[in-house]
């Protein structure tokens, strides 16, 4: 049971107040669920700093800075390194693990390494993955780590299947895209230490062949819509995933759309990077 005597290694007033959740405190499925739809509406996924040659620092006091007092947004090292913390501070019991992304991987295209951390949260027993680093098709509910049924979320159904046998027991989370089954990532099960992130996070901000370091990919997910630019494309989504509207922007409204619809307090130093990334558009 969570003592509240032992001070917290996150502010979760700040959090809160950041998220918009005045809810119980408790650690309960119910809890873990409010969180989990309100975390990716208020904090954006964006590697904005990586383009802009600053670097993803995931030392705790830095993504509290950036993720609660600054106002940003950051990608998976930073939104979930974040949201273990806070669930941790709130008594759940919470381990780190790593995804290899099959995201949009053509066919043809090498196997990617492990680059993606997610979260296993044990409830009375029963594991269920979160995870609110995932950009455009984040999960927006936690899902049973080890149902094969077909899951509902805020923002659209999901189901985790076994993945190939010889993985090992990994687990496969696929996401329903107007009636087609996208793979997401593939999870495997054994628990990370926070250390072991820094390789991946590093490789993740530095190397060429990390899409962060050479295309803007930036994303909300809120009840009723999602919201993603690749570059200046924007595509917005329902929350059944239905295409709504998909069109490229010019520097202009990409600024506007990062500032009005995003929620990112946009800064006079990204004009320049987002110059480029109109001129990259999405081929990128």
């Not at 949009?104 to 680059?115: N, Y």
Request: proline share 7%; glycine share 8%; charged share 25%.
């Amino acid at each position: 049971m969570f003592d509240a005597a032992i001070a917290p290694s996150v502010d979760l007033d700040a959090y809160f107040a950041r998220i918009g959740y005045a809810g119980p405190r408790e650690p309960t499925l119910e809890t873990l669920r409010a969180i989990c739809q309100k975390h990716p509406d208020a904090i954006p996924f964006e590697n904005l700093d990586v383009l802009l040659g600053r670097g993803i620092s995931i030392v705790p006091a830095d993504i509290d800075a950036k993720l609660l007092s600054a106002g940003r947004g950051g990608y998976c090292f930073e939104q979930n390194g974040l949201l273990k913390r806070v669930l941790k501070a709130l008594g759940f019991t919470v381990q780190s693990l790593m995804a290899r992304v099959w995201w949009m991987k053509p066919p043809e295209a090498p196997t990617r390494a492990r680059s993606h951390m997610i979260l296993k949260v044990t409830i009375d027993g029963k594991d269920w993955l979160a995870d609110a680093g995932f950009g455009g098709c984040v999960l927006t509910a936690p899902l049973d780590l080890f149902s094969d049924e077909i899951q509902a979320t805020p923002n659209g159904a999901f189901r985790i299947e076994p993945a190939a046998p010889e993985m090992g027991g990994e687990r496969l989370v696929l996401a329903d895209l107007s009636g087609k089954w996208a793979p997401l990532y593939q999870v495997a099960l054994g628990p990370w230490d926070d250390v072991d992130y820094e390789p991946a996070n590093f490789f993740t901000y530095t190397h060429p062949s990390s899409h962060f370091t050479w295309s803007m990919t930036v994303g909300r997910t809120t009840p009723t819509a999602r919201y993603a630019l690749k570059n200046n494309r924007l595509t917005h989504r329902d929350a059944t995933g239905a295409l709504v509207e998909q069109r490229d922007l010019s520097v202009e409204e990409l600024e506007a759309v990062l500032r009005d619809v995003i929620g990112l307090p946009v800064e006079p130093e990204w004009r320049a990077v987002l110059e480029k990334v109109v001129g990259w558009g999405t081929s990128a």
